[in-house]
């Protein structure tokens, strides 16, 4: 049975149905949509006589049958006096099945119809705009994209009578009234009134705040809130709270956006139902001010978009922390109690990345590069190299709780991949007086799930060779090793020494190559 019609099934309440169809329909989807519903009144457009025809045919036969499954009423249309049909119900349906155009869609809101169903070809049919048009006037709509050799998406929407928003961007403030101006101008240039953008002043000491307000007196979809000083977990939970959109999104304001981005993050989402969409970012050198273009998971099977588990839980493990370059459908937060953890001060933004992965049931990508990272700001939580790192210590606590009921075996070994990618880059950042207590606590994070065995059979399949080394070192104690991994030469005084420890580095290479 065609998707649509299996919709149509499920909404007994339409009692009304007007369906246009195009030049590759056939009468087998009127027969399908009179055999499954009990309509009082179905208006038909056809576009050729011949189909006509055979539809009329079609009707003679279901007469014949015991219990005919027949509309009450049956009209015929021209396409080109569609706009005359007048529902005598508030219940009315337009349906629609193989037009070519997306303006030949458009034009049947002016049928101003509570239910809007139809496939359609996506390579012909934009069914983003069809969505920002009859969401004005329909209160469900239900749309079916198929491409050749692609998975169909489903755009399944219905309005909520409480709140017209569909995506909130929440950004926390705190010492950007440098930076904050070119944020504000690079999200706000898309102009969609089912957008809003809270602003979530963190107790920061600056003017940012004033610049967010004036901003605001012109743009009623700017909100901004105040609270004391919580860290930036603090400042994004307290806007989570507080949104009131269908997704929700993230900026860093000292950072900008390409001005498409949200927009098309947005259309990716809805029209294929996903429940979480991201993009490309860009690195953006404050000394230099150029840009480089971040590699990450942008290709196949993502920027298809996907629901394949496998698929989903790898991007755990190997897609970026970078939660600023997607949204997220808040229904799927709240269902899982994902929230940001506001005694975290800094890097909150990697267990949010790594519990929502674990849970969403589909992703796709946007394979552009649509956001601007600042690099070398002073105050990022990226310039910390002291103790400040032991922060990731209390987040896998969190995401070992978390990860306690995980359904999928593989979620805990991406885990522990995470794991060791992430004290990895505080090992290479941190100072040499504290890699030592680094490595103490890294190894009874590293050996919290799984035993020291199980550990290596983990990252053999799923980790980089130099992680494997890392992963060795710091559970057996070898800071030296650890050191140099790191690049650390402050103890590689002399020539001797250094070959000496450049042949420890060989000889245990070649060791644990053969185990």
Not at 378 to 384: H, K, N, T, V
């Amino acid at each position: 049975m065609n998707d649509i019609v299996g919709y149509l099934g499920t909404h007994h309440e339409i009692r009304e149905l007007a369906v246009v169809l195009g030049v590759k329909s056939s009468a087998a989807l009127v027969y399908d949509i009179c055999n499954i519903t009990r309509l009082d009144k179905l208006v038909l457009a056809a576009p050729t006589i011949e189909l006509k025809k055979e539809i009329r045919k079609m009707f003679r036969e279901l007469m014949r049958e015991e219990e005919p499954h027949m509309p009450a009423e049956i009209e015929w249309i021209s396409i080109e006096n569609i706009c005359s049909c007048r529902s005598g119900t508030e219940n009315m349906a337009v349906m629609f099945d193989s037009l070519s155009t997306t303006e030949e869609i458009l034009e049947l809101s002016c049928l101003s119809p509570k239910y809007l169903i139809g496939i359609m070809d996506r390579k012909k049919v934009n069914s983003f705009l069809i969505w920002e048009k009859y969401r004005e006037v329909s209160q469900y709509i239900y749309l079916v994209s198929w491409e050749e050799n692609c998975t169909d998406e489903v755009l399944n929407w219905v309005s909520d009578p409480e709140s017209e928003i569909e995506l909130s961007i929440i950004f926390p403030v705190y010492r950007v009234a440098a930076y904050i101006e070119k944020c504000i101008q690079s999200v706000t240039a898309w102009n969609a009134d089912y957008v809003e953008f809270l602003f979530v002043d963190d107790g920061s000491p600056d003017e940012s705040a004033d610049i967010i307000r004036n901003y605001a007196k012109n743009d009623k979809r700017i909100v901004l809130f105040q609270k004391e000083n919580g860290g930036c977990a603090s400042a994004r939970q307290y806007g989570l709270e507080r949104a009131r959109g269908r997704y929700v999104g993230f900026v860093d304001p000292d950072d900008y956006v390409d001005e498409s981005m949200f927009r098309k993050l947005f259309a990716r989402a809805l029209c294929g139902s996903y429940e979480i969409s991201y993009c490309g970012y860009q690195e953006l050198y404050e000394d230099t001010q150029t840009t480089k273009e971040v590699p990450d998971s942008l290709d196949l099977p993502y920027r298809d978009g996907t629901c394949d588990r496998y698929k989903i839980d790898e991007l755990i493990a190997y897609e970026r922390v970078a939660i600023w370059r997607g949204i997220y459908l808040k229904d799927m937060i709240l269902r899982n109690k994902i929230h940001f953890y506001t005694d975290i001060r800094r890097f909150d933004d990697l267990p949010f990345k790594v519990e929502t992965l674990s849970v969403a049931r589909s992703v796709v990508a946007v394979p552009e590069y649509l956001y601007y990272y600042r690099m070398s700001r002073p105050g990022q939580d990226i310039s910390a190299d002291d103790e400040r790192l032991y922060v990731h210590f209390p987040i896998f606590k969190y995401l070992d709780r978390f990860f306690v009921s995980a359904k999928e075996k593989v979620q805990l070994d991406y885990l522990q991949v995470v794991k060791i990618h992430t004290h990895c880059y505080a090992l290479q950042k941190i100072r040499p007086e504290f890699i030592a207590e680094y490595c103490r606590q890294a190894k009874t994070d590293l050996l919290s799930n799984f035993s020291y065995k199980e550990s290596k059979y983990i990252l053999k399949h799923f980790a980089s060779r130099k992680d494997r080394l890392y992963f060795r070192a710091i559970c057996k104690n070898r800071i030296w090793f650890v050191k140099f991994l790191s690049g650390y030469k402050g103890s590689n005084k002399g020539y001797k020494r250094k070959q000496r420890q450049l042949m420890k580095f060989e000889e245990l290479n070649s060791k644990y190559a053969k185990k």
